[in-house]
């Protein structure tokens, strides 16, 4: 029956019912916020390439999860900056590294806030890369070892999720065997299953001083070219043992969070990725675009292609206007 009986703009004409129809909702409770922790006290490193975000030292973070909380934002990813890098990324499994310090001082300062863990060694290493190097590569098995090391120091420290960032092969199965072992069996894993090897990273490299000093990422990240690949990399995950999977970025990804989606129905994170963060910021500054119309377009997309979780530097912001 087309037209004139059906008419689709009936069903467009006032805000009312365009409320009636709507079929996909952003909620704070879908979102989730990355913290950059550094060291000292009192410290707010803004970073030039991502307009609103800083780099923050624990009592400061601690002040903003709160207010993330206050918001209705459920959780937080937190990156950590060490004092000191070296070869092993030892400051990534140290009883009194960044991140295993911050920890319980979040939890005091926002009990109910879930605090998520980025478990990856290249904010830790000296050379920036995700693993340990053996013949200028990431050796995959040595790094499996330190991985699951992070993990369990982190969760002895009271994290809520362990979230690999690493994209090695195996390291779902030897974190969960870990943290299994150390009595954590109730701590879940949010795995960055289907991570891309992305331009979109850049800013984010800043943010986390984690630049590579050799190479790149393509050894272990994704090639942006595959998309069946995504899905056998999510199957293997969840087959490890992943609680919640992940596509990352999210933007030039959206069909592989749509295919993930449909595919396997298991919980599913995209992470809105530095990037795509800063195009938004930078255009709006310009005036280009209406910063926070198109923000709260590219949340909805994400969402609407799957998503139930998205991890993104707009978090809190957004939450505020929801509320
Ligand atoms: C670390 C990690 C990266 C991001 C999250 N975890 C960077 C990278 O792989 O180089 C990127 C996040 C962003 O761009 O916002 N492995």
Redesign the pocket.
């Known amino acids: 029956m087309p037209f004139p009986t059906v008419r689709m703009r009936r069903l467009r004409r006032t805000e009312s019912i365009r409320r009636m129809v709507r079929e996909t909702r952003l909620s704070p409770d879908d979102l989730i916020l990355?913290l950059f922790i550094c060291p000292g006290e009192g410290v707010q490193n803004d970073i030039a390439s991502m307009p609103g975000v800083a780099q923050m030292s624990i009592d400061v973070a601690a002040e903003a999860c709160k207010k993330t909380a206050d918001v209705g934002v459920p959780a937080v990813i937190l990156?950590g900056i060490p004092p000191n890098k070296d070869a092993m990324g030892t400051g990534a499994y140290a009883d009194d590294g960044i991140i295993q310090r911050a920890i319980p001082a979040l939890k005091e300062a926002a009990p109910d806030l879930c605090v998520i863990t980025?478990v990856?060694l290249?904010?830790y290493t000296d050379h920036g890369h995700?693993g340990v190097i053996h013949n200028g590569d990431v050796h995959n098995d040595e790094t499996l070892e330190l991985l699951a090391k992070e993990s369990v120091s982190h969760a002895r420290a009271g994290a809520d999720m362990i979230a690999p960032?690493?994209m090695m092969d195996g390291r779902v199965a030897a974190i969960r065997k870990s943290l299994d072992a150390e009595g954590f069996s109730q701590t879940p894993i949010m795995a960055?299953a289907a991570?891309y090897n992305s331009a979109?990273?850049g800013?984010?490299?800043e943010a986390?001083e984690?630049a590579p000093q050799f190479g790149d990422?393509r050894s272990y990240?994704m090639d942006p070219a595959n998309g069946d690949e995504a899905l056998r990399e999510v199957a293997l995950d969840l087959q490890e043992g992943a609680d919640i999977v992940m596509v990352?970025?999210a933007l030039s990804y959206l069909d592989l969070i749509y295919r993930v989606k449909e595919r396997f129905g298991v919980p599913l994170a995209a992470?809105n990725?530095?990037?795509e963060?800063s195009l938004i910021k930078a255009a709006g500054e310009k005036g280009w675009v209406d910063e926070s119309r198109l923000r709260d377009e590219v949340l909805l997309s994400i969402k609407r292609a799957g998503a139930d979780m998205i991890i993104t530097?707009f978090a809190a912001d957004v939450a505020r206007t929801l509320r």
């Open positions: 990355p990156f980025d990856c290249c904010e995700c960032s690493d960055y991570k979109f990273y800013p984010f490299r986390a984690s990422r990240q990352k970025p992470y990725v530095s990037g963060y530097y």
